[in-house]
């Protein structure tokens, strides 16, 4: 179901607005408030105010133009966190080219890919990766490399390529081109797993849609301080934190990467009052001294009101969205209680239907199929670029977007997530969920993550195994942990779903946002 031009006589919500409108406006209208601060580990904090960052958006665009850039053309931009990151994209999409961010962990095979399916004439990256993307990237036409690594000084000098600072132009040349919301305007690739990565299409509208909405649902003000941490190539820290930061005009602070020693003191720096997280980064967050000064009024998380990280003493706000909904299609409420450790209710923007396998709702306390109907372009992705086939297949008859994913219906309309239906397990014929094994190992002293994943059975079909971080590492951990593991196994849940093994490990592979990458665990149980 890809993308359809807009029916005669229906008036759009962002009719003749795209993304260098917001950034004109926000900068016409607040251009010495700061709208990003880049807080880099090692250096002084770097205010850039709405005007100034307009200003050098426009000369990076005029740049790009001279350089040849032309509308409708994929540029590669493949950055960790820093502000070149954002003056990119936006001089990209200025311009009407179309801003292709990537994971930083990719492999060099998937980078080949990337630049060679969308058909990138250019890449944006930094020293750390120069190297890898020039020599898997053969089709652009050229290559830009920052001066530094994410705020660290670079290991070595970037031995081709132009110096990223060598691009900019006069901002008064920058490039002027007609609004059109309906315009392609960025691409992120999801994270493959069994095929190929699929690249999710975004317009304009999108873009627009994911900062007003994504402002709305969070509650923010042109007050807030917004501290983002998680990767900008990704929707959550790109959409959740800096364009709803850009609709409201008010403050996101920009860190390299998620460091749970440096996080209270940039807080309390800069006054920060919201962030998008991640369990990960949580459980790492106890382990420090929690700051009484703190000014946070509200997280945005996985799940509602999570009782493991009440001593953080945040609300925290539950949600679920894809790269493909731009925002949250469930969402928990600000001003109103939650049920803990669900993941909130329907959005009001979208029609959310959960059925069983064979199509029939759900009652309250079954698990079902989740599936999302909003608008193409709009409220959910434009198409998956290149592939028809994949746009296709992810709707039904009734234009419902299929998600892969399992989730529970609670009371009063909430909702509790269930797992992606590839990381459910059948043993022996009966359906188990990864997450409900991982969610009772967490809880059990001196586990800092576990990631359960099936193996194969000549029995029983499959059978979980469990991979553990222990508090301290392996060689920290104690000698009875194990016991305590299947122990608690054994009394939470059924015996069908109680472990197999258990694997101490100390540290798991990662995808997006510090998931874990459990395609590779799969790999190592066989």
């Given at each position: 179901?890809?993308?359809?031009?807009?029916?005669?006589?229906?008036?759009?919500?962002?009719?003749?607005?795209?993304?260098?409108?917001?950034?004109?406006?926000?900068?016409?209208?607040?251009?010495?408030?700061?709208?990003?601060?880049?807080?880099?580990?090692?250096?002084?904090?770097?205010?850039?105010?709405?005007?100034e960052f307009h200003e050098r958006v426009g000369a990076l665009a005029a740049g790009l133009v001279k350089r040849g850039v032309k509308p409708g053309e994929y540029v590669l931009i493949h950055l960790d966190n820093c502000i070149e990151a954002l003056l990119a994209w936006f001089a990209c999409v200025e311009l009407g080219a179309i801003a292709v961010t990537t994971n930083t962990r990719s492999a060099p095979a998937e980078i080949a890919y990337f630049a060679d399916h969308c058909g990138a004439v250019a890449a944006i990256t930094q020293p750390a990766y120069a190297e890898i993307v020039a020599?898997?990237?053969?089709?652009?036409?050229?290559?830009?490399?920052?001066?530094?690594?994410?705020?660290?000084?670079?290991?070595?000098?970037?031995?081709?390529?132009?110096?990223?600072?060598?691009?900019?132009?006069?901002?008064?040349?920058?490039?002027?081109?007609?609004?059109?919301?309906?315009?392609?305007?960025?691409?992120?690739?999801?994270?493959?797993?069994?095929?190929?990565?699929?690249?999710?299409?975004?317009?304009?509208?999108?873009?627009?849609?994911?900062?007003?909405?994504?402002?709305?649902?969070?509650?923010?003000?042109?007050?807030?301080?917004?501290?983002?941490?998680?990767?900008?190539?990704?929707?959550?820290?790109?959409?959740?934190?800096?364009?709803?930061?850009?609709?409201?005009?008010?403050?996101?602070?920009?860190?390299?990467?998620?460091?749970?020693?440096?996080?209270?003191?940039?807080?309390?720096?800069?006054?920060?009052?919201?962030?998008?997280?991640?369990?990960?980064?949580?459980?790492?967050?106890?382990?420090?001294?929690?700051?009484?000064?703190?000014?946070?009024?509200?997280?945005?998380?996985?799940?509602?009101?999570?009782?493991?990280?009440?001593?953080?003493?945040?609300?925290?706000?539950?949600?679920?969205?894809?790269?493909?909904?731009?925002?949250?299609?469930?969402?928990?409420?600000?001003?109103?209680?939650?049920?803990?450790?669900?993941?909130?209710?329907?959005?009001?923007?979208?029609?959310?239907?959960?059925?069983?396998?064979?199509?029939?709702?759900?009652?309250?306390?079954?698990?079902?199929?989740?599936?999302?109907?909003?608008?193409?372009?709009?409220?959910?992705?434009?198409?998956?670029?290149?592939?028809?086939?994949?746009?296709?297949?992810?709707?039904?008859?009734?234009?419902?977007?299929?998600?892969?994913?399992?989730?529970?219906?609670?009371?009063?309309?909430?909702?509790?997530?269930?797992?992606?239906?590839?990381?459910?397990?059948?043993?022996?014929?009966?359906?188990?969920?990864?997450?409900?094994?991982?969610?009772?190992?967490?809880?059990?002293?001196?586990?800092?993550?576990?990631?359960?994943?099936?193996?194969?059975?000549?029995?029983?079909?499959?059978?979980?195994?469990?991979?553990?971080?222990?508090?301290?590492?392996?060689?920290?951990?104690?000698?009875?942990?194990?016991?305590?593991?299947?122990?608690?196994?054994?009394?939470?849940?059924?015996?069908?779903?109680?472990?197999?093994?258990?694997?101490?490990?100390?540290?798991?592979?990662?995808?997006?946002?510090?998931?874990?990458?459990?395609?590779?665990?799969?790999?190592?149980?066989?």
């Open positions: 179901m890809p993308l359809q031009q807009t029916t005669a006589g229906i008036v759009g919500p962002f009719d003749g607005l795209d993304v260098p409108w917001l950034l004109r406006m926000r900068a016409e209208v607040r251009s010495s408030h700061p709208f990003l601060i880049w807080a880099p580990f090692d250096a002084p904090a770097r205010r850039w105010s709405y005007g020599q898997n990237c053969r089709n652009i036409r050229w290559m830009a490399a920052t001066s530094h690594d994410a705020g660290a000084a670079p290991a070595q000098a970037v031995s081709r390529g132009d110096s990223f600072e060598a691009l900019f132009a006069n901002s008064a040349d920058r490039p002027k081109r007609a609004a059109d919301p309906l315009a392609p305007c960025s691409v992120q690739y999801t994270s493959g797993t069994t095929s190929r990565p699929k690249a999710v299409l975004w317009t304009h509208a999108n873009a627009l849609w994911g900062a007003k909405i994504n402002a709305a649902h969070e509650n923010l003000h042109a007050s807030d301080v917004h501290q983002a941490y998680l990767p900008l190539f990704h929707t959550n820290a790109l959409a959740y934190s800096m364009l709803a930061t850009l609709w409201v005009g008010a403050t996101c602070v920009i860190q390299p990467r998620f460091s749970a020693s440096r996080f209270w003191g940039v807080a309390r720096e800069h006054g920060s009052t919201w962030t998008s997280t991640i369990p990960f980064c949580m459980k790492a967050l106890l382990e420090q001294e929690i700051p009484g000064d703190h000014k946070f009024r509200l997280w945005g998380t996985a799940i509602n009101e999570p009782p493991a990280f009440a001593a953080l003493g945040v609300k925290m706000i539950g949600w679920w969205g894809m790269t493909e909904t731009i925002t949250h299609g469930i969402i928990g409420e600000v001003d109103q209680p939650n049920i803990p450790m669900s993941i909130g209710r329907a959005a009001p923007e979208y029609q959310i239907r959960i059925t069983d396998d064979d199509g029939r709702p759900t009652e309250i306390g079954d698990t079902g199929n989740l599936a999302i109907k909003g608008i193409p372009g709009l409220s959910l992705f434009a198409e998956y670029l290149h592939n028809e086939t994949a746009t296709r297949e992810s709707f039904d008859a009734h234009g419902f977007f299929l998600t892969g994913d399992r989730v529970e219906r609670l009371t009063n309309g909430f909702i509790k997530f269930g797992d992606r239906a590839k990381d459910m397990l059948k043993v022996g014929g009966e359906n188990v969920a990864a997450s409900e094994i991982e969610q009772v190992i967490a809880l059990v002293p001196g586990v800092r993550e576990a990631a359960v994943v099936a193996k194969k059975h000549p029995m029983l079909d499959e059978v979980p195994v469990v991979f553990i971080i222990p508090h301290g590492g392996v060689a920290g951990a104690a000698p009875d942990l194990q016991d305590s593991v299947m122990a608690a196994c054994r009394k939470g849940l059924a015996d069908f779903k109680v472990p197999r093994e258990i694997r101490l490990v100390d540290d798991m592979p990662r995808s997006t946002l510090e998931k874990v990458a459990k395609a590779e665990l799969r790999k190592l149980v066989g």
